[in-house]
């Protein structure tokens, strides 16, 4: 598979973030059946749970979604994020800034980098490093203008957008020229993964698809 066109395809990645590990295969499943085909298991950056459980979460949704899914790690902020996440069948990684030292480590891994940034030289820094994408994030705090603005001098660059999606502002980025989204708290529920409420969490993520089909058309 070439992670790149797919990623480009599909567009929206899920970023799941504290949840139970009992609850990610009937949550990931509510969004595989909603038309979401990536999703981003995070890394505790305060430590509540350890790298080795967020690794074993990334594994369990890797096997199961062998060939259907990708799944990748979010808030890697270490090398060894990344050396847990390659083990552990993840295919991607995004970061919330740039660190050299991660993006250079991600590629030799052999894994796709997305690492966010906001200014030019922060975004320019990243790409220099080898990153495949740069995620704009937060990027409802900056909006569309910002990015089409930044993508003109800097129009090599593939880019992201994070942080305040949905489906009414998604077709405003992709005219700026984003590749694709991360979408968390907007699909991801924490009321309906405790109610149990899986079917809830399918419809919200094919609000999405949906959104994204019809640009697509």
Do not use: W
């Not at 950056?45 to 690794?55: L, N």
């Not at 660059?157 to 984003?178: F, R, S, W």
């Amino acid at each position: 598979m070439n992670y790149k066109d797919f990623i480009e395809k599909e567009k929206i990645i899920v970023i799941v973030r504290g949840v139970a590990s009992d609850k990610l295969l009937p949550l990931a499943e509510a969004m595989f059946e909603g038309g979401i085909r990536m999703l981003e298991i995070t890394f505790s950056a305060d430590g509540k749970v350890s790298d080795e459980e967020t690794a074993a979460n990334i594994a369990l949704l890797s096997h199961h979604f062998e060939g259907r899914m990708l799944i990748g790690a979010g808030t890697v902020l270490t090398k060894k994020q990344v050396k847990l996440t390659k083990k552990a069948g993840g295919k991607f990684i995004i970061s919330p800034d740039a660190d050299r030292a991660v993006i250079k480590y991600t590629k030799k891994l052999g894994l796709i980098s997305m690492p966010g940034a906001v200014t030019p030289s922060e975004i320019k820094l990243c790409h220099n490093a080898g990153a495949d994408y740069v995620k704009i994030f937060p990027a409802v705090n900056l909006g569309p203008d910002y990015i089409k603005a930044v993508k003109a001098p800097l129009s090599h660059i593939k880019y992201l957008a994070v942080g305040g999606i949905n489906p009414d502002n998604m077709k405003d980025y992709l005219k700026a020229g984003v590749c694709g989204f991360g979408i968390g708290g907007n699909i991801v529920s924490k009321d309906m993964i405790e109610r149990g409420d899986f079917g809830g969490i399918q419809a919200l993520a094919k609000k999405y698809t949906d959104a994204l089909r019809g640009e697509n058309e």
